[in-house]
């Protein structure tokens, strides 16, 4: 196993989801007198210099190894041979970064100048005051549509991002333990099956990086087509920089509270629905426009039409229960036989395309609220109970370390779930988010388009046993 010192344990527990470290000295020679140990090293080809943190020895040109030494500077990091390794990639990103080339950051694109863009490059969306009602209704469904689009496309385009920013953190814990498989097998402290274990856990997550930017990419193209124009001519890789950091809070600000019985939410998205109070009164005007025996009479002459086609001639089929015929298609009536004056199929026809959208609000009306429910409430268990219990889990595993009953690499295994727990919430969030604007598109009058919810992920991911 690799050697373990007291005094590199941390005082405290510390958050172990490898976050960017602070500026540190250099420590030249220190992580090859604790990794080269058993070969007894005294020398490295890591011959940068600069100032030791304090309680750090500081390596002459030639010396045998000082153990003591080299135990009190591995203290100045928190959590020994990992903080090491992260230091050392620090240092090589800021010595490949430019000066100046942090710049300030211009302004994030937000929702709003989103939609307002969107709306920009559908002139189709503007109609004139001689409009009729249906043709309003219908340009406000369109109008809908386009805002339900740019939305969606800015939320993911959002999600993608912040996904790629988090895989980083899942490299930076590869890396360390492929890095640190690589120098425990060179001089002979570790076995090559483990080296190639980390070796391949690394190039998974790599892999999983390469999606990843490859669907933000995507979605940033989506985003791009939708709100590109004359005044607003960002290339998409520009216009996925200007997104926010991070989706904010999920927006619920819904007519009704959550609590409120479907039933409710169904009276409510009907009456407000652009079209259905339109048919809904054009099937009463044609139905008292009939009296009541010719009300009775429609029915029955309706009834009767579909059980004669049901059951007209045709080749009987023998069923295991009973014989049936089959049906004789369309329905056909003989006006000189059979009473059917117009204004009954009119008023039939009115009833049925009523009864047909009232059906079909009152569905998609359901089927968003389960989704959106469903979303929320995965959303808060991941934020808050899984979070939790990986906080705890990350904390108990630095306190064993700290003990001495846990190696690096246990410390390693933890840091890979919590970075995917984070990841999974995120993921959350934005299913939430993307449900909670169908459900909002629903109850103003648009189908539903269907939902789906992420694999929950990283709640009963355990730590992988240590090497």
Known sequence: ???????????????????????????????????????????????????????????????????????????????????????????????????????????????????????????????????????????????????????????????????????????????????????????????????????????????????????????????????????????????????????????????????????????????????????RLHAEQREQGLSAEERVAMQATHMAAVRAALGAGGAETAGTAQTTKEPQWPLLLDPRQTRWPHRWEEALQARADADALERRIRSDVRLALGAWQAAEQLHRQNRDEVQRLQTALQDDALLQYNGMLKSTWDLLARARSRVQSEMATQQSQRDAALAAAQLRAVLAGLPFAGASLGTPGAAGAAAAPAH
Request: hydrophobic residues 50%.
């Open 1 to 279: 196993m690799f050697p373990f010192f007291p005094a590199a344990r941390a005082k405290s527990p510390v958050a172990l989801a490898l976050p960017a470290l602070p500026a540190l000295p250099a420590l030249p020679a220190l992580l090859v007198l604790l990794v080269l140990a058993l070969s007894a090293a005294s020398g490295s080809a890591m011959t940068q210099s600069a100032p030791a943190p304090a309680g750090a020895a500081a390596p002459s040109e030639v010396q045998p190894p000082d153990w003591r030494g080299a135990n009190d500077g591995v203290g100045a990091f928190k959590r020994g041979h990992i903080d090491i390794l992260r230091w050392e990639q620090e240092q090589q990103r800021l010595a490949g970064t430019p000066r100046g080339a942090q710049g300030a950051s211009a302004e994030p694109f937000t929702l709003a100048q989103a939609r307002e863009q969107a709306l920009l490059n559908r002139p189709d969306l503007i109609g004139r005051v001689s409009l009729s009602q249906l043709e309003r209704s219908a340009l406000r469904l369109r109008t809908l549509e386009a805002l339900l689009e740019v939305e969606q496309a800015w939320l993911q385009a959002v999600a993608a991002q912040q996904r790629v920013r988090s895989m980083a953190l899942a490299i930076d814990a590869a890396e360390s333990g492929a890095e640190l498989a690589r120098r425990m097998a060179v001089v002979g402290n570790y076995s090559a099956a483990n080296r190639m274990t980390e070796e391949l856990t690394l190039w998974d997550v790599r892999q999983q990086k390469l999606l990843a930017e490859q669907e933000a990419q995507q979605a940033a193209e989506t985003l791009w087509r939708l709100v590109a124009n004359g005044s607003f001519s960002l290339s998409p890789e520009s216009l996925a920089a200007r997104l926010p950091q991070e989706l904010s809070p999920v927006d619920t600000t819904l007519p009704l509270p959550a609590s409120a019985p479907p039933e409710a939410w169904e009276n409510w998205a009907l009456s407000r629905h652009p079209e259905w109070p339109l048919l």
